[in-house]
Nanobody, 123 residues
Framework: QVQLVESGGGLVQAGDSLRLSCTAS????????MGWFRQAPGKEREFVSA????????YYADSVKGRGTISRDNAKNAVTLQMNSLKPEDTAVYYC????????????????WGKGTLVTVSS
């Protein structure tokens, strides 16, 4: 089993930046793809970003492309998401996830999920 704990959420103003972090425990996730998803009130969970196990490949939803940067540190079993120029529509609970066989053709094919951290962007 893998446990994922997110941190870094909070209340920010539009235009601000935020850095979300996620640390895995239970086993090393260096062979897993790691990603971020979000769920806004009244909406379905959506893909935000992912990074391959090696860190060589990154993927972003169009909604965050150019504003978000995902990175991982396999030595720390961690992944971060730097979000800039935040907008009110970025308000959501952000979830970290890892997947051993994740592929960009199956964005939601993750094996383990965190409990989420709330990001609120005020206008």
């Amino acid at each position: 089993q893998v446990q994922l704990v997110e941190s870094g959420g909070g209340l920010v103003q539009a235009g601000d930046s935020l850095r979300l972090s996620c640390t895995a425990s239970g086993r090393a996730v260096s062979s897993y793809a790691m990603g971020w998803f979000r769920q806004a009130p009244g909406k379905e969970r959506e893909f935000v970003s992912a990074v391959s196990w090696s860190g060589n490949y990154t993927y972003y939803a169009d909604s965050v492309k150019g504003r978000g940067t995902i990175s991982r540190d396999n030595a720390k079993n961690a992944v971060t998401l730097q979000m800039n120029s935040l907008k009110p529509e970025d308000t959501a609970v952000y979830y970290c996830a890892v997947g051993l066989k994740w592929k960009p053709t199956n964005l939601y094919g993750m094996d383990y999920w965190g409990k989420g951290t709330l990001v609120t962007v005020s206008s």
